[in-house]
């Protein structure tokens, strides 16, 4: 049975996707039935899924990782998308952003299988160039060839994507005033019907609780935290967090709590909140400037939590 309600109407979706949810919260006017809109959202987020998982054995991105280098692999066209964003933003973050991280990301345990210590050994020994000196793209021809062996991995870039999918499909319906989001990545289109920004809440970094550190007010824009605090995993008595130091071929030793970038859309905000995280907040602090990015990096200071903002969105100035 349809509910009723008073123009406009709520209504907060959400499915599986990519080990999590997503989520898509909308108003529209009495009678709009959003069950279409439920389906074609699940569908954008499948298809995401299918395209980008490490976790599914028919995914495009696990046919590229398994092709010899040299090999042509043709990708869809969303997933082309992805890797020449991924790709860009390597190169402008020289590398701290990198999606060729496959391999070690696997040895620590942060895949489908438990570390290893003998691939974590070659992790850490073997350095390698970054992605975007090892993989090349041919957007005329969709498709892609590794100059040398490299695993890909999305992880950092993808639940971003997924958001931005949820976006145009909610567009494609007609709607033009939303929030969206998988997994804490949020984009916000339009306003609420009162004609007020979508209030979003930057995370406490306390792993104990949830628990609201500072609330943006964001209109068409997009929102993204990397964390040490979420995603962890236990190797040799030592609890480790899941960014993974590209350089280093193992996990950040010391990396800021958390750190929040805003950015026009969710694939961007998504990646450079990773990139940020490497770098730190001295280094990621001066890129973030220079580049104009809005970020947010909370940092541990004994007991407590400093907040270093950039950028005037977070009141830098």
């Known amino acids: 049975m349809r509910k009723t309600c008073s123009d406009p109407c709520r209504h907060a979706l959400n499915g599986p996707t990519m080990g999590t949810r997503w989520s898509a919260l909308f108003f529209a006017p009495p009678g ?13 987020v499948d298809e995401v899924d299918a395209q980008m998982s ?24 969303q997933l082309m998308a992805v890797l020449a964003l991924a790709l860009r933003i390597g190169r402008a973050s020289d590398g701290a952003f990198d999606i060729g991280v496959g391999d070690a990301v696997a ?4 895949g489908p299988a438990p570390a290893d210590p003998e691939r974590i050994a070659r992790a850490l020994h073997v350095p390698r160039p970054p992605a975007h000196e090892l993989l090349e793209l041919d957007p005329a021809r969709g498709r892609a060839r590794k100059r040398a062996p490299v695993v890909l991995d999305l992880n950092g870039i993808a639940k971003g994507h997924g958001v931005d999918r949820l976006v145009a499909t909610l ?8 929030l969206a989001g998988i997994d804490g990545e949020l984009r916000a289109m339009g306003l609420r019907p009162d004609g007020s920004a979508w209030p979003i809440a930057v995370e406490d970094p306390d792993p104990a609780r949830r628990a609201a550190r500072a609330v943006l007010a964001l209109q068409d824009a997009a929102v993204a935290t990397s964390g040490d605090y979420r995603h962890r995993v236990r190797v040799g008595g030592r609890e480790l967090s899941h960014t993974m130091d590209p350089r280093r071929g193992g996990p950040l030793p010391d990396p800021p709590a958390s750190v929040t970038v805003v950015a026009p859309n969710c694939a961007s905000a998504d990646a450079w909140a990773s990139a940020l995280m490497v770098l730190g907040a001295e280094r990621g602090g001066a890129l973030a400037r220079r ?27």
């Open 32 to 44: 709009f039935d959003p069950a279409p809109v439920a389906a074609a959202l699940q569908r954008a």
């Open 54 to 77: 490490l976790w599914r054995a028919d995914s495009d991105l696990l046919r590229l990782n398994a092709a010899p280098p040299g090999d042509w692999v043709a990708l869809p066209a």
């Open 107 to 110: 040895a620590w345990g942060f």
């Open 171 to 178: 567009r494609a319906h007609g709607i033009d005033a939303a």
């Open 291 to 317: 580049l104009g990015l809005d970020a947010l990096f909370l940092l541990r200071d004994g007991g407590a939590i400093r907040a270093q903002p950039v950028g005037r969105l977070f009141g830098a100035g």
